[in-house]
């Protein structure tokens, strides 16, 4: 991407300025380097509405997918998968490994909802797995979806890491979106994603009420690091 001088519109909710080339990169560069190390990359832009080919919904580059393909490469991995608990579907993210059976690709989001195009109960593939949540839903909702669909499918597909797009815009007092996750359900959440391979590492997504998200990550943080 090249610098630009005045404010460019990608679509009608993504902007560039004059610093976003450099802020997008750094973003993609912490999520490597949170997926070789076992951390969770706090990184804006988010990224996993960014598609093979533009920039979409906030997102300029597609974070996580970077950073999994760099961990295959890196740490000679042969299977990734990655869990999307962020309130939308990343519809860039499964468009990226769609065709790639080397990479899992697990969504909870709430549906029909933003990107509306993608992530419904009929779009499935062997290597993904979308879990359309009806508006209201809460921690029992998401962990009960979770453990009955996420983590067989997750164990079935055996990874040698897991990669969490951790969005927290499924939070009770978001402004995006009408669901009621608590930070017991994040925590919850997290520690089920730690528990499916021997390596995770998350990258943060959504989350838009500025005030509760420091919470949010501090109980996220608490459940990858006890499983």
């Known amino acids: 991407m090249r610098e630009i001088e005045d404010p460019v519109w990608f679509d009608y909710d993504t902007i560039a300025s004059e610093t976003t080339n450099e802020a997008a990169r750094l973003a993609a560069g912490t999520a490597i380097e949170a997926a070789l190390r076992g951390g969770f990359a706090?990184?804006?832009?988010?990224?996993?509405?960014a598609l093979p080919?533009?920039?979409?919904?906030?997102?300029?580059?597609?974070?996580?997918?970077v950073a999994a393909r760099a961990a295959q490469r890196k740490l000679e991995l042969e299977r990734v998968a990655i869990v999307d608990f962020d309130v939308h579907h990343g519809n860039g993210t499964q468009a990226i490994f769609a065709e790639?059976?080397?990479?899992?690709?697990?969504?909870?989001?709430?549906?029909?909802?933003?990107p509306w195009a993608s992530g419904g109960p009929d779009d499935q593939r062997e290597t993904t797995v979308n879990v359309p949540m009806s508006a209201g839903s809460g921690d029992d909702e998401y962990l009960h979806a979770f453990e009955h669909t996420v983590v067989p499918a997750v164990r079935r597909f055996a990874p040698e890491l897991v990669l969490v797009s951790a969005g927290f815009d499924a939070h009770v007092d978001d402004p995006l979106a009408d669901m009621r996750v608590t930070a017991d359900g994040f925590r919850e959440l997290a520690?089920?994603?730690a528990s499916l391979a021997p390596r995770v590492a998350a990258v943060l997504e959504g989350g838009y009420e500025l005030e509760t998200l420091p919470r949010l990550?501090?109980?996220?943080?608490?459940?990858?690091?006890?499983?």
Do not use: K
């Open 42 to 49: 706090l990184v804006r832009p988010p990224g996993h509405h």
């Open 191 to 193: 520690r089920h994603c």
């Open 100 to 114: 790639d059976d080397t990479v899992l690709f697990v969504s909870l989001h709430q549906w029909p909802f933003y």
């Open 53 to 65: 080919d533009r920039a979409m919904g906030f997102c300029i580059f597609n974070n996580i997918a």
């Open 217 to 227: 990550v501090d109980a996220a943080l608490e459940g990858f690091t006890h499983p």
